[in-house]
């Protein structure tokens, strides 16, 4: 599957199993899990992405980014 590079903004690759994120342009390689804190961290408009990650809400919030 194709992402957008969190570095370059060129166009990555994500591996079938989600394990991995890779650029051949910037050489960016990283596990789906570090992309996704990268993005959140890179721009806020994601940071609410790490609250997809908790498993109840209800009543708190997801915590800041250094907590994830």
């Known amino acids: 599957m194709k ?3 969190p570095k370059c903004d060129h166009i ?7 394990s ?5 342009k910037c050489s960016l390689d990283m596990t789906y899990g570090e992309y996704v804190k ?3 961290y890179k ?6 992405i790490l609250g997809d990650y908790t498993k109840d809400t209800n ?4 915590g ?5």
């Open 59 to 62: 009543g708190s919030t997801a």
């Open 43 to 48: 721009d806020a408009i994601y940071s609410d």
């Open 3 to 5: 992402v957008k590079c």
């Open 20 to 24: 991995y994120v890779k650029c051949s």
């Open 38 to 40: 990268f993005i959140a």
């Open 64 to 68: 800041t980014l250094d907590e994830w």
């Open 12 to 18: 990555a690759e994500l591996g079938d199993d989600f």
